[in-house]
């Protein structure tokens, strides 16, 4: 059992999935959301090891919930899960004395360790020099020098490893200059830092390190991303293309796929006798399946973009721009990453609040992250705005109506999370703003493979966690249509199970502008936003009813208003129709109070904006 620790943008991910390639799984430590990434390496001689992925950190202060977890990892205190039997830790070498902070801490594990100096190829590029020998002596521990984006180095890893399976490694004994600063007192905080400061300075003089030249490229980008003028104006220009390319990448993909679904969908039903089993498999099973991969191709579009953002540097500028405008409503610059990760999904991007340090600045940033328009909103947008919205060109070639309604629609939400956390830190969350401090990584080229790896990993966790509640849904919904039954002709909608769900909660949305079946949709949405779209669906007798039908675009023109479509993209766009947002909000908040208040706000703003959407229009 090996752990691989390392910073923030040292590689320790591309190195973890240079070593694992597709042997890797993804779950949750106990009692906490931070994900754990667990995977297995091959050796030569057919033995394996186990390596796990720890979150990335600057130290173990434990001042955020990563720090917490990677320590108690190291420690052994996590339950079912044994400590590691040796360390690999992983430092971006351009940066070698920032990043040597942590070396200390991890030797005093006392494990046998492998220090890796990864990106040894920018180093080299730049001018910059390491005596890879004198720093291994100084530190008693292996060191190896790497470039996990093109596998450089990769390979005395694995040696490494293979030592450690045959028991070759041991931890030599590690020289300790901070006690000399320390004497026998235990030091203050602030001292003890100092001091580790002057350790890692004097070991890197020893071991040779010449800094590398500034990165030319870095700078010169930084000179446009990072401008008053243009870099708020390319920033724009980078969401919009997010924008335009979810609305058209994705629809040759996804109508393969409903293509493949409804061809092997009639195969099935000719196979099987005209009974309630050939609807259950065909209309509630099958079509549940359906249901859950036609949302793939929008998911994949929208990770792909976010993780080159992210792993080309220009994610981290990205914050410092929205810093400028986030100071004035009471959230940091650090928020702008959980909030932007919210619009592929607000589960992972509540989670990713946790590296707000101050606890007033994490809260707000959670109650405001679901705002932000998820994936799971884009199949509810899709049908009403191809039903609605005219496909006319606005800015010529570059924009359309229903591109620019879709980007509308995510305004709104930002305006709406802008307005609540404004709110928020004027009343319930008031406090002075924290001050914001982020590490510009340099500029790189995303690796392809790590990219990959990555929308497989987005990929299996969608199908295993928000398909199994689709799919579920789908057959109860299927159940509901299907009971009670009438003699002697198919079942009546209207007067099944469902119906009278509908029926019940009519007068309460009629003022929207909304009948029955418009209420069991927004019912049923409560499990996943994009449910709604297979109960419409299922309701108007559509088969395999997704946002591309015609069919059921063509019923809705026939029995909504304009102002009530309007009206339900808006309550879409406020209301948290999300039962896992609010499970995992109340597992990050430790109780039911942020997520409670959290639903009634967003349900009562949805509410408004649809009864006056549907005045208005």
């Known amino acids: 059992m090996i752990a691989l620790v390392g910073p923030p943008n040292s590689g320790k991910t591309t190195l973890f999935n240079r070593l694992t390639g597709l042997r890797q799984k993804v779950a949750n430590y106990p009692g906490v959301t931070v994900e754990k990434h667990l995977g297995m390496v091959n050796l030569d001689d057919g033995r394996q090891v186990s390596l796990v992925d720890l979150p990335g950190v600057h130290g173990f202060s434990a001042r955020t919930l990563d720090e917490r977890v990677t320590r108690d990892v190291l420690e052994g205190k996590i339950e079912g899960m044994r400590s590691p039997d040796a360390l690999i830790l992983i430092v971006d070498v351009t940066r070698l004395e920032a990043q040597l902070m942590l070396v200390e801490p991890v030797l005093d594990m006392d494990l046998p360790t492998l220090l890796v100096l990864n990106m040894v190829d920018e ?114 220009a980078v969401v919009l293309l997010v924008f335009q390319s979810i609305f058209t990448w994705a629809v040759p993909l996804m109508d393969g796929i409903d293509w493949m679904v409804g061809t092997s969908g009639d195969w099935i039903a000719a196979a099987l006798p005209d009974t309630w089993y050939r609807s259950l498999i065909v209309d509630g099973v099958w079509a549940g399946v359906g249901s859950v991969i036609i949302f793939l191709p929008q ?243 559509v088969e395999e009813a997704d946002e591309e039908s015609f069919a059921l675009q063509e019923i809705l023109r026939r029995d909504l208003e304009p102002g009530a479509a309007i009206g339900l993209l808006v309550f879409f766009a406020f209301a948290l129709q999300c039962m896992s947002t609010v499970a995992v909000m109340r597992r990050e908040t430790a109780g039911w109070k942020w997520p409670a208040l959290q639903f009634f706000y967003m349900l009562l703003l949805g509410y408004l904006g649809a009864f006056i959407s549907f005045r208005i229009f």
Not at 380 to 397: D, E, M, Q, S
């Open 123 to 236: 180093l080299e590029a730049r001018g910059g020099s390491i005596d890879q020998e004198a720093l291994a002596e100084r530190l008693g521990v292996d060191v190896v020098r790497t470039s996990a984006r093109t596998g450089r180095g990769v390979e005395e890893v694995l040696a490494y490893l293979r030592d450690l399976a045959d028991g070759d490694t041991s931890v030599e004994n590690i020289e300790r200059e901070l006690s000399n600063f320390a004497g026998s007192q235990p030091l203050p905080v602030i001292d003890a830092f100092a001091a580790r400061r002057r350790l890692v300075r004097s070991v890197v003089q020893d071991a040779g390190f010449a800094s590398p030249r500034p990165s030319r490229l870095t700078e010169r980008l930084d000179s446009v991303f990072l401008h008053k003028v243009w870099g708020p104006t390319i920033f724009l």
């Open 299 to 541: 998911i994949l579009v929208l990770f792909l973009f976010l993780g080159i953002l992210e792993d080309s540097g220009y994610m981290a500028r990205a914050a410092v721009i929205a810093d400028r405008t986030m100071y004035r409503v009471g959230l940091q610059g650090r928020a702008f990453l959980p909030l932007l990760s919210g619009y592929a999904c607000a589960v992972p991007a509540i989670l990713a609040a946790r590296t707000i340090e101050d606890e007033r600045d994490r809260l707000a940033t959670i109650f405001v992250t679901p705002f932000m328009t998820c994936s799971a909103r884009l199949p509810v947008y899709a049908i009403l705005i191809a039903a609605f919205i005219p496909n006319k060109p606005v800015l010529g070639p570059i924009m359309n109506q229903q591109a620019a309604t879709l980007l509308g629609l995510y305004g709104l939400g930002v305006v709406a999370a802008i307005g609540t956390a404004f709110l928020l830190k004027r009343t319930l969350l008031k406090a002075s703003p924290t001050s914001f401090l982020m590490e510009l990584p340099p500029y790189r080229i995303p690796d392809p493979r790590t990219l990959l790896l990555r929308l497989l990993d987005r990929s299996k966790i969608f199908l295993r966690r928000a398909g199994r509640i689709i799919f579920a849904v789908t057959i109860v919904l299927w159940v509901l249509t299907q009971f009670p039954r009438t003699e002697g002709g198919p079942p009546d909608i209207e007067q099944s199970a469902l119906g009278t769900i509908g029926h019940v909660i009519e007068p309460v949305i009629e003022p929207l502008g909304f009948d029955w079946r418009i209420g069991i949709g927004i019912v049923t949405s409560l499990a996943a936003r994009e449910v709604i779209v297979g109960t419409l669906g299922t309701i108007y007798g």
